[in-house]
């Protein structure tokens, strides 16, 4: 398995790819001590991907222009 950067193994030793492992990096930008939680969590979504407010309403308005085109043709042949 390669670096986690996917480095070409024949460059391991190149000055110019030495890359901060993931803790390093975030802990960059976090002020001291940094033993304090997260307050902004990093990594994607975990919560329900129906939660989002629109997605009803946009269903709804779409089921409802779908019913007006069905029933225009129902009832204009």
Do not use: C
């Not at 779908?66 to 043709?73: D, E, H, P, R, T």
């Amino acid at each position: 398995m390669g670096s986690p950067q996917n480095i070409d193994p024949r460059a391991q030793n190149d000055p110019r790819n030495r890359y901060p492992t993931d803790e390093q990096f975030y802990a960059s930008d976090r002020t001291d001590p940094s033993g304090l939680a997260e307050d902004r969590p990093r990594g994607g979504a975990t919560g329900d991907p129906f939660k989002h407010p629109r997605t009803w309403g946009t269903v709804a308005v779409i089921v409802f222009v779908i019913l007006i085109v069905i029933l225009g043709i129902a009832l204009f042949p």
